[in-house]
């Protein structure tokens, strides 16, 4: 089930995300001491600071597994673990997930499964780095490592976050469009977060510095 071998020097993106930071002094390196968890509605910036993190502190990705489709730019076993909806189903009758029902697993037209060995090898005092599917997820994983893990969630303005997935998606229909804005705009109980980034006019650097600064 598990694929979390990858190292930076193998991550195609990791040189890309590595030059956006290259005036960063490296003695920060001794700053990331928790794992991260990092959520946000789409195109809010997680993946942007997933990226700058996992680059920049040489961190193991700990990858959501996911029935979505690959998108450009993406590293099947870095960014997500790809599988297929029996192969996911499998996972989740093994108890694989933190998810309590296949109905949780399931949003925006897709399963999303996070692995409970997420728990176990932060436990063990490993530090990892990986984007939660969804706020409940988190909060879950707060509880159950508390100051061991920083959650840090991600906002950007409906403007912003449309031009963005307007880029990244210029096929997307204004219908689709739409509905994956408005969806990330509902409201969200995110009591017990350690830190709140709005990406709207950050760059990759400016984000990376804020989650830093708090670590």
């Given at each position: 089930m598990e694929n979390y071998s990858h190292q930076c020097g193998r991550i195609s993106w990791a040189e890309e995300y590595s030059g956006l930071l290259t005036e960063i002094p490296k003695n920060l390196r001794s700053k990331m001491k928790k794992s991260v968890i990092i959520t946000g509605p789409s195109v809010s910036g997680k993946t942007t600071l997933f990226r700058c993190l996992v680059a920049f502190f040489n961190l193991k990705p700990s990858p959501t597994h996911t029935t979505r489709n690959i998108r450009d730019g993406e590293i099947d076993g870095v960014d997500n673990i790809f599988l297929s909806v029996e192969e996911f189903k499998s996972n989740f009758l093994k108890s694989c997930y933190i998810q309590d029902s296949m109905e949780s697993s399931y949003f925006g037209g897709a399963y999303y499964g996070c692995p409970r060995s997420w728990i176990s090898e932060i436990k063990k005092g490993g530090i990892n780095c990986f984007v939660s599917p969804t706020v409940k997820i988190a909060k879950e994983l707060?509880?159950?490592?508390?100051?061991?893990?920083?959650?840090?969630?991600?906002?950007?303005?409906?403007?912003?976050?449309?031009?963005?997935?307007?880029?990244?998606?210029?096929?997307?229909?204004?219908?689709?469009?739409d509905l994956?804005?408005?969806?990330?705009?509902?409201?969200?109980?995110?009591?017990?977060h350690d830190l709140l980034i709005d990406s709207s006019y950050l760059s990759a650097k400016d984000i990376f510095l804020k989650a830093v600064d708090n670590f």
């Open positions: 707060k509880e159950a490592l508390g100051d061991r893990i920083i959650w840090i969630h991600m906002t950007a303005n409906k403007q912003i976050r449309e031009e963005r997935l307007s880029r990244r998606n210029p096929e997307m229909s204004k219908s689709e469009l994956r804005i408005d969806r990330g705009g509902l409201p969200v109980d995110i009591e017990g």
